[in-house]
């Protein structure tokens, strides 16, 4: 199979504007993420909306691609880019523009997923350590996912799932195997154009979280178990951080 990554970069960000031409020791932030995911995929093109965004990705020698403003996701700008990139790809992997730590190997286990010929898309989930902090899992800002026996996901939630009965919350992480989502996606080419012509769904705008529109219309989303973390940057306290751990 030919895998496309797709990296959406916008420069219009309500907390962090500008965020990936942010330098990183030397390298605008979305160059780091670019270098990563290079040597592991048959093709990567950044989709962006600003010609200074394009102007950055063009000097360092990777490929870009100009998008419409008015997406409302990154799925969405992925698909776009994808018509308007050469060459017959099988699955687009759309990754996050503001990761630049991701790791190569996340890529290949996501690949992985590819294999078995019924999946449609595919993500990553990764295990809550049993002794982090109970508060750590009880935050919205961080999707939880359940998976079938066939490490399908059945459902995404702010909230903690699932609730488990009889027990004090603060003894969950001993008792079940809860999963964090790491919000990467690939994707089968033909899916993308048609996932991104669905209307949003009830439970997606409940949560706010794009992936249950698909799970909702019936999509299969095969997921990668991960024991990495990614370490994505929001706000310029998280680039000092992440200067600080380059």
Same mark, same amino acid.
């Given at each position: 199979?030919?895998?496309?990554?797709?990296?959406?970069?916008?420069?219009?960000?309500?907390? &962090? =504007?500008?965020?990936?031409?942010? !330098?990183?020791?030397?390298? +605008?932030?979305?160059?780091? #993420?670019?270098?990563?995911?290079?040597?592991?995929?048959?093709?990567?093109?950044?989709?962006?909306?600003?010609?200074?965004?394009?102007?950055?990705?063009?000097?360092?020698?990777?490929?870009?691609?100009?998008?419409?403003?008015?997406?409302?996701?990154?799925?969405?700008?992925?698909?776009?880019?994808?018509?308007?990139?050469?060459?017959?790809?099988?699955?687009?992997?759309?990754?996050?523009?503001?990761?630049?730590?991701?790791?190569?190997?996340?890529?290949?286990?996501?690949?992985?997923?590819?294999?078995?010929?019924?999946?449609?898309?595919?993500?990553?989930?990764?295990? &809550? =350590?049993?002794?982090?902090?109970? !508060?750590?899992?009880?935050? +919205?800002?961080?999707?939880? #996912?359940?998976?079938?026996?066939?490490?399908?996901?059945?459902?995404?939630?702010?909230?903690?799932?699932?609730?488990?009965?009889?027990?004090?919350?603060?003894?969950?992480?001993?008792?079940?195997?809860?999963?964090?989502?790491?919000?990467?996606?690939?994707?089968?080419?033909?899916?993308?154009?048609?996932?991104?012509?669905?209307?949003?769904?009830?439970?997606?705008?409940?949560?706010?979280?794009?992936?249950?529109?698909?799970?909702?219309?019936?999509?299969?989303?095969?997921?990668g178990i991960t024991d990495e973390e990614?370490?994505?940057?929001?706000?310029?306290?998280?680039?000092?951080?992440?200067?600080?751990?380059?």
């Amino acid at each position: 199979m030919k895998f496309l990554g797709i990296i959406p970069a916008r420069y219009a960000s309500t907390r &962090f =504007p500008g965020k990936p031409l942010a !330098d990183i020791a030397g390298k +605008p932030m979305i160059q780091r #993420v670019y270098e990563q995911v290079a040597g592991v995929l048959d093709e990567v093109c950044v989709a962006t909306d600003d010609d200074r965004i394009f102007q950055a990705v063009c000097n360092f020698g990777g490929k870009a691609v100009m998008t419409s403003s008015a997406h409302r996701s990154g799925t969405d700008r992925c698909y776009e880019a994808l018509t308007k990139t050469k060459g017959n790809f099988d699955v687009v992997v759309n990754i996050q523009g503001d990761e630049p730590f991701i790791k190569p190997t996340q890529i290949e286990l996501l690949k992985t997923c590819f294999e078995d010929e019924r999946t449609q898309i595919a993500t990553l989930v990764k295990p &809550f =350590p049993e002794d982090v902090h109970f !508060d750590v899992l009880f935050n +919205p800002n961080t999707p939880k #996912v359940i998976l079938n026996r066939n490490r399908e996901a059945i459902y995404f939630s702010r909230s903690v799932i699932p609730y488990i009965r009889g027990e004090h919350h603060t003894e969950w992480l001993k008792l079940f195997t809860f999963y964090k989502h790491i919000g990467i996606y690939a994707c089968k080419s033909d899916v993308l154009g048609e996932i991104t012509a669905l209307p949003q769904s009830p439970l997606e705008l409940a949560e706010s979280l794009e992936q249950l529109r698909w799970i909702e219309n019936g999509y299969t989303i095969k997921a990668g178990i991960t024991d990495e973390e990614t370490m994505g940057i929001d706000t310029p306290e998280d680039l000092e951080k992440a200067i600080k751990l380059l």
